[in-house]
């Protein structure tokens, strides 16, 4: 059995792109490590990330990023077990949209990301994410 934990931040306003960039490339360095994969959406101003993998190794890094000052006010949407990865075997992969970030069409592929979930509460929170944030400009 995985463990599957999401959760939704609100980014810092200091945040800079070049910060968005360095925390993918740690994430993608460490989780690849830690057998921990998942997705990281950004709009600019929150951050929506799923984690899947081991239960310590999803609890230990959901633990380290909670500290992270680059972001603020988490709150666990989910945490439950899985028969298998649902969000796919990116180390992390992402969706970054927002002024400077400028990759469109966020509904689009939030839906197709999250396809393969069992659980329809997860699925339709995320892509309730997709649509409220994806919708309206920062
Ligand atoms: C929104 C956000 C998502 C992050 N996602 C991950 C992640 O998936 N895996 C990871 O190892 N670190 C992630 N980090 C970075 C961690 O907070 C932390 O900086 C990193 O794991 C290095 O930890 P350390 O300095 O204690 O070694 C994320 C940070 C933020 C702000």
Redesign the pocket.
Known sequence: MLHQLTYI?SARATLLLSDVEQ?LQ??RR??ER?Q?T?L?IFDGKR?L?A?EGPIEAVEQ?FS??A??P??RALVRLSSRGVETREFGNWS?GSHLTGPVLGKGDMIDHVDAMTAGLSDPNVRETLRGFARIRGGSPA
């Open positions: 931040s925390i740690t994430s460490r989780n830690d921990v998942g990281l951050f990330q984690l890094t380290r990023i500290l992270d680059r972001h992390m």
